[in-house]
């Protein structure tokens, strides 16, 4: 097309564009840009039991809460077989949300996926971003210590699904019981201008629990630090300034 006949069709295009936005139409459809939730983000506070936000005790059912109770007796008597620190096993969700080690959230927009990346134990979970979880059969043939996750976008808080969880880890450090019928739904979002993050969770679990309930979690976002390798049995990363931790 030669450069007269490109000016030629200059304003009938420009016609065309006037009279679309005349009508309320846009010519041109951007796709919404992506919340950035990328960086290292680090809780100041720890606690080993996962409360619910409205208080008490979750709502365990009797046959659950015996476990429960047998299991905190077991931990203050250093018999539980807790292989997420024996072995240094993933914690599994919830309970690396409450960990008092530092995580990373690298988003993968390329790949259409975001990856949690825990430094303690290195878990990593891939969060799935461009489809839904698959059914739950399909999920229980390979369930995986973190569960499978599947994410998006409501507005700019990332929701997470996950389930297919094995039923190898507790859902705190107190010892919390749970089945492979785990299945969690967060909703993270950044707050104060991205300098915090928070996590609400719903857990859902028929199995243990008479009903849903959900916990929280609120962490600073640190671009001052990095995650660094974590070594089981060794000594680790300072957590002098995370109050609940008790001294090393």
């Not at 300072?238 to 008790?246: A, E, F, N, T």
Request: negative net charge; hydrophobic residues 35%.
């Amino acid at each position: 097309m030669t450069y007269h006949r490109i000016q030629h069709l200059l304003p009938a295009v420009a016609a065309l564009a006037l009279g679309a936005l005349a009508a309320g139409q846009n010519p041109v459809h951007a796709a919404p840009a992506v919340p950035d939730i990328s960086g290292v983000y680090w809780t100041t506070s720890y606690n080993p039991r996962i409360d619910p936000i409205t208080g008490g005790s979750p709502p365990y059912k009797p046959e659950a809460m015996a476990q429960y109770k047998k299991n905190m007796a077991d931990l203050a008597a250093s018999k539980l077989d807790d292989r997420a620190r024996s072995y240094c096993l993933p914690d599994g969700v919830p309970r690396a949300l409450e960990s008092p080690y530092p995580f990373e959230i690298v988003q993968a927009l390329n790949r259409g996926e975001i990856y949690l990346i825990y430094e303690i134990n290195h878990m990593i979970r891939r969060v799935d971003m461009q489809k839904p979880l698959p059914p739950d059969k399909e999920l229980q043939v390979l369930p995986f210590y973190a569960g499978h996750s599947a994410g998006h976008w409501d507005g700019n808080t990332l929701v997470i699904e996950t389930a297919g969880f094995n039923d190898a880890t507790f859902l705190d450090n107190s010892g919390a019981p749970h089945s492979d019928q785990l299945r969690t739904t967060e909703r993270i979002r950044r707050l104060d201008d991205g300098k915090i993050l928070e996590d609400v969770v719903t857990i859902h679990d028929p199995v243990v629990f008479t009903k849903d309930w959900t916990a929280r979690f609120v962490y600073q976002a640190r671009p001052d630090i990095r995650i660094v390798d974590y070594n089981c049995g060794e000594k680790h990363r300072d957590l002098s300034s995370v109050k609940g931790v008790r001294p090393q």
